[in-house]
């Protein structure tokens, strides 16, 4: 696994949006898989804002979207249909049929988690995974418990979750309870897997996840079985880890990458 940390959130930002122009310029038709949540929202501003200055194109781009609330509609203010396409879908030029979102409302769950997992492999798999982590170390909606085998299905929200999710919705009793989320092994499928984390609330389960032991109860520990797993953090994120100086070492020493 590598580790960047970067000075601020910014800068976390644009490190993680260029690993996907890197990945678009040597596969401009890539799979990419995408997060929500507040942390990357930087990084699909700063792929937004590279797209508009021409220096990056989606139009043979696929999409996955890790996970979906159950019960609100695509047109939900909170769901994240809706922050996909209010923060990144229409703002780039992938095209509509080749964005996957999970359904939140479909009338069968187990038919729909099936089908999700063979039309991402239909597509070839995912090329680079966006990950943001929860407070509780989840990865997705893999809550603590979840098998780190798991695949596409219908999870209950942790408490810590639910809490966590809270600032989103006018009350906490509305905040859903289940999601349809990629499994652990969904996501350890993903050729190249890229998490970003940024803030204090986040330094604890980064320091878990980076560099405690795997375990099923930090989802995001799962990560360090991924051959090609890069975890970018800000300072404050990166506050727990014990071997901090040795990643910012390796980092500036990683010859720059070939310009194509
Ligand atoms: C969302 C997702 C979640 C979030 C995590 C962190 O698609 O997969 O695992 O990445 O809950 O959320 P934020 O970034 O809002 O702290």
Redesign the pocket.
Known sequence: MEVVIKRDYDQMSKAAAQLVVDVLNTKPNAVLG????????GLYQELVRLHQAGQVDFSRVTTF???EYVGLPANHPQS?HYFMDEHFFRHVNIPRHNINIPSGTTSNYPAFCQWYEGRIAECGGIDLQI?????DG?????EPGSSLSSRTRLKTLSKQ?ID??ARFFERREDVPVYAI?MGVGTILDARKLVL????K??AKAIAQAVEGPVTSMVTASALQLHRDATVIVDADAAAGLTMRDYYEFIYAAKPAAPKS
Request: glycine fraction near 12%; proline fraction near 3%; avoid cysteine.
């Open positions: 995408m997060a929500t949540g507040s942390t990357p929202l979207n890790l996970d994240y990950l943001g982590i929860g407070s989840h990865i997705a909606f893999n979750t966590d999710n989320t970003v984390a940024s803030g609330t986040k």
